[in-house]
């Protein structure tokens, strides 16, 4: 029996914010108005906070990103000194297993694995029991052979 499921989904944009002011009522007004525009947000990770600043990346489907540049743009009108990177052209593999929850070491294999083959992973999100890494999607072929012959 395999304990690993492994997906992947094409065709995914990595949103950047830099500058975010550090509060939740920030963060609540960003996400708000990407959910009034009816984006889907998929990764979401933030840094630590430094000083009243924080950073926040999110992946989104390529589709939307012209609306998610239009809704950064009303952001941006009252968060002066925001600073948007976006990044195209990239794929997320999702590793599941159950075991993620009661091993230790599984996360070490990944990125392991993947430094033993020259691939960069852009973002990474964990759940417990789901490991979800964003890549340049020209190592989409690689990535998969990769992961299938470390987890399955």
């Known amino acids: 029996m395999n304990d690993y499921t492994i997906s992947s989904i094409n065709d995914v944009v990595l949103v950047t914010l ?25 990764m979401i990770c ?8 924080t950073e926040i990346s999110f992946t989104i489907d390529q589709t939307d990103l012209t609306k998610t540049l239009a809704v950064i743009g009303q952001i941006k009108e009252s968060c002066d000194n925001l600073f948007t990177e976006i990044s195209t052209g990239n794929c997320k593999f999702i590793i599941h297993s159950e075991l993620l929850k ?15 083959n020259g691939l960069q992973i852009k973002l990474i999100t964990t759940s417990d029991v789901e490991i979800s890494i964003l890549l340049d999607s020209s190592e989409f072929d690689k990535v998969e052979d990769v992961l299938k012959k470390e987890f399955q």
């Open 46 to 53: 933030q840094t630590a906070p430094y000083k009243d600043t």
């Open 102 to 116: 009661t091993q230790s070491g599984i996360a070490a294999r990944l990125f392991n694995v993947m430094a033993e």
């Open 18 to 42: 830099s500058n975010v002011p550090n509060s939740t009522a920030a963060l609540a007004d960003i996400f708000k108005a990407i959910g009034e525009f009816q984006i889907n947000v998929d």
